[in-house]
């Protein structure tokens, strides 16, 4: 099963609202990313946040990680129409080279 | 800089018939990586490379073989197409290894969208 799971698997909000994704998993990681993907594109980085951190923020994105749950979160204020697309975590696995990505939530911002 | 490319964008195979997928970087990244994206699965890492001549194995490697001749380059081939590996294909790079590393974000191509009938 996946690493990390996403929730909700699909969110619709008016513009101007805040957004709130979930991600949880299973296993101690390294770190932790989210990535957006637009439809019909590929993935674009948006931040990590590193094991030992709590909060971080980059521009409109709060990302803030929960290790003693296994969980993060992303929240997107004041959202854009443009913000429209599938947010992914994924998580790098202590040991092990590679990103482990969750399913995705689907987020639709309504004019 | 182009970034990381990918070709090509789409194809339809039979099953039973092989094909190549290229996936160029220009960003003189050591470690790669070949992921497919299916409805409801997220992203599944099927091979990786941290180096010119090196590759590995991810979550999904069957039916796949990768190949690293050269550094900007990482090719993913299937050798007898099966229905199962219709999919979405993405490629992608990274300038660090993704242990130990402060920022180690990953750069993707665009996808190559493959229908085997």
């Known amino acids: 099963s996946q690493q990390g799971e996403e929730d909700p698997q699909a969110l619709s909000i008016q513009e101007g609202e805040n957004a709130t994704m979930n991600c949880s998993y299973k296993?101690?990681?390294?770190?932790l990313q989210w990535y957006r993907q637009n439809s019909g594109r590929g993935l674009v980085h948006l931040i990590l946040i590193r094991s030992n951190e709590r909060e971080k923020h980059s521009g409109r994105l709060r990302v803030t990680l929960d290790t003693s749950k296994k969980s993060s979160s992303l929240l997107i204020t004041a959202s854009r129409a443009a913000d429209t697309a599938s947010y992914f975590c994924?998580?790098?696995?202590?040991?092990?080279?590679?990103?482990?990505f969750g399913q995705g939530t689907r987020l639709t911002i309504n004019p | 800089n182009a970034g990381v490319t990918q070709t090509p964008k789409f194809r339809v195979l039979k099953t039973g018939q092989s094909m190549t997928l290229l996936c160029a970087q220009d960003?003189?990244?050591?470690?790669m990586y070949w992921y497919r994206q299916d409805p409801g699965m997220g992203l599944r890492l099927i091979h990786y490379s941290v180096g010119e001549g090196t590759t590995a194995k991810g979550e999904v490697p069957d039916g796949y073989n990768v190949s690293r001749l050269k550094k900007q380059n990482f090719l993913l081939g299937l050798e007898s197409a099966a229905p199962s590996q219709t999919s979405v294909y993405f490629c992608a790079s990274s300038y660090l290894p993704l242990q130990g590393n402060l920022y180690n974000e990953q750069f993707f191509g665009p996808g190559t969208r493959l229908t085997v009938l």
């Open positions: 960003m003189n990244h050591e470690y």
């Open positions: 296993t101690s990681i390294n770190n």
């Open positions: 994924a998580t790098v696995i202590q040991g092990a080279q590679k990103l482990v």
